[in-house]
């Protein structure tokens, strides 16, 4: 499989009417540009909103550090090696809210 890093962006808005609100992940291959923005975030409003931004060397360290279900993150741009590596990766996965990501391998 290729040496990419991939990137992970949350972003979240719990302010407003249930339409209003949302939660949201995606992972990408990360660019050079976007890893001067590793680490970024801005989380306002006591954390009702905002975003984070965390690049990873590998695929698996960027689902298994998402924080976030890996069942509802987005993926885009992957190649086919790596997109039958995510879901060979996920079948060994669970997630729970109350426990999180638990990997079985």
Sequence with gaps: MQDRKFGV???WNYRGSPEEQFEHC???PS???AEEYDGDNCISGTGYDGYRFDIYPSLKEAIANAGFNPFAIDFFDLTNEEK???DDFLAKCTWTSKDGLK???
Excluded: D, H, T, V
């Design 84 to 86: 039958n590596f995510k």
């Design 26 to 28: 995606c992972i990408s």
């Design 31 to 33: 660019s050079k540009e």
């Design 9 to 11: 962006l949350c972003e």
């Design 103 to 105: 990997i079985s391998e």
